[in-house]
């Protein structure tokens, strides 16, 4: 079956400016996460959606961070205005279970630099 | 969420056995434990699950001791390609819980030759 999908792969990007990452989960699964792993840390949850729902966004810096799962499928995560720290890996991830727990499936992560 | 505490790091040979020991003193009595495992810039990839006593799959073994306030994966005969950081996670299942992994820093195993 197909892994989790995510576009693009790199981005440099200038501080204040915005980005924009896509995630195409696995077919069929309920769940799915965005992560944020900065270099040499363990991955940080910033969201979850069951379905086209946010589960916890507990995480996630709404004043410049945005995620929304369209149709309970793709999934796409904004920044905006970014900042130095922002640099990371983010993480697609997605699971077939509804109520929590499972396999999470990850996907290869776009990696960003922000200038 | 039960906090875990592993090692920051180890080292081994080619053809070894590999236990990495994994604290969650805090654990909740609905929450499993998982491994994965995380090449560089690849995302983690699931290594086993378990609750209570021990679980084995094709590629590795969990131990869980009765009071579940700690954990060991066995890696049996690592090769190179082992060469990776480990995570232990701990997580709720069933209504009322969302699932919520919290990755620590992980293990960074060395397989030398």
């Excluded at chain 1, 900042?83 to 290869?108: H, I, N, T, W």
């Excluded at chain 2, 009765?66 to 990776?84: E, F, G, H, I």
Aim: proline share 5%; hydrophobic share 35%.
């Amino acid at each position: 079956e197909a892994g989790v999908a995510q576009s693009p792969r790199y981005k440099i990007i200038e501080k204040r400016q915005s980005v924009a990452f896509w995630c195409n989960p696995i077919s069929g699964h309920a769940t799915l996460y965005w992560y944020q792993q900065i270099l040499g840390q363990g991955p940080k949850l910033l969201i979850q959606f069951q379905n086209n729902g946010v589960v916890d966004d507990s995480q996630l810096p709404k004043d410049r961070f945005s995620a929304e799962r369209l149709k309970g499928v793709d999934s796409t995560l904004k920044i905006q205005p970014a900042k130095l720290e922002d640099s990371a890996v983010y993480l697609c991830a997605s699971s077939l279970a509804l109520a929590g727990g499972g396999e999470q499936y990850f996907g290869p992560g776009t990696r960003l630099t922000v200038t | 969420l039960a906090k875990t505490t592993q090692p920051i790091s180890m080292d081994s040979y080619e053809g070894q056995e590999v236990n990495i020991t994994c604290s969650h003193n805090n654990i909740a009595t609905n929450d499993y434990i998982t491994w994965y495992q995380q090449f560089p810039s690849q995302g983690p990839r699931f290594i086993i699950q378990g609750y209570k006593t021990k679980v084995t799959n094709e590629v590795a073994s969990l131990f869980i001791p009765a009071d579940r306030k700690s954990s060991t994966l066995s890696l049996p005969r690592v090769s190179l390609s082992d060469t990776a950081v480990y995570y232990c996670l701990v997580g709720g299942y069933g209504s009322g819980n969302t699932g919520k992994l919290i990755f620590g820093q992980g293990t960074t195993l060395q397989v030398k030759p």
